[in-house]
Structures are given as C-alpha cells and as structure tokens.
C-alpha cells in the first residue's frame, strides 16, 4: 500500500512559479510510476504529465508543455512538478497518482492518489 501526499500548492498571479511534490512512503518507490492530474473547478479530472519509474521518460499534456517539468528524486520518495509561467486557466485541485505500469493518461489505471493540493493563478 502505497500513500502519497502532494505539497506546494497555493495562490501565485500569471507569470509566476509554483513547485508541487508528491511525497510516496509504504513501498518500494521505484516500482512506481507517478502521473499527475488536475480538476479545475466545475470541471472534470485532466492529465497533466507522467514520469516513468527511473524518471528518465515523462509525458506531458499539449496544455503544460514547456512549462511544466516532471523530476524525481527516488532517495527521497518523492516526484516534483516544476510549475512555469502560469496561467489563469492552470487553476485547479492538483493530484498524483501511483502505477507500477508505464504511468499513463488515463487516470483509472493509476492505483494510488494523494489528496490534492489547490492551485491557484491570480490574472
């Protein structure tokens, strides 16, 4: 059973920077590969980015990508997702996830998740 807990988030204006990490403890990390999700408000759950197990592969959304950066740091159990020039439309409820597959778009074959951290962009 593994548990994670995100950390990180919080209200930031357009432009601005915001690292999440999602902190892993009950298993062996390294079997596991991390996604993460958001949930803007009255909207549904989206993809965000995935990072394999070694962290020598991530994938990221059309709508992140070449702003956000997925890393890992396996000593410490924990995934980072470096947040860059933000948007308004980038708020949401930010989650991670947990497989020991190849990680993934599709949030049902995640087994694990953390609670969410808010993330809030100020226009």
């Known amino acids: 059973q593994v548990q994670l807990v995100e950390s990180g988030g919080g209200l930031v204006q357009a432009g601005g920077s915001l690292r999440l990490s999602c902190a892993a403890s009950?298993?062996?990390?390294?079997?596991?590969?991390v996604g993460w999700f958001r949930r803007p408000p009255g909207k549904n759950r989206e993809f965000v980015g995935h990072?394999?197990?070694?962290?020598?592969?991530?994938v990221y959304a059309d709508s992140v990508k070449g702003r956000f950066t997925l890393s890992r740091d396996n000593a410490k159990n924990t995934v980072y997702l470096q947040m860059n020039n933000l948007k308004p439309e980038d708020t949401a409820v930010y989650y991670c996830?947990?497989?020991?597959?190849?990680?993934?778009?599709?949030?049902?074959?995640?087994?694990?998740w953390g609670q969410g951290t808010q993330v809030t962009v100020s226009s």
């Open positions: 996830a947990a497989n020991q597959g190849s990680g993934g778009d599709w949030a049902p074959a995640y087994d694990y």
């Open positions: 009950g298993g062996t990390f390294t079997n596991y590969a």
């Open positions: 990072i394999n197990q070694s962290g020598t592969s991530s």
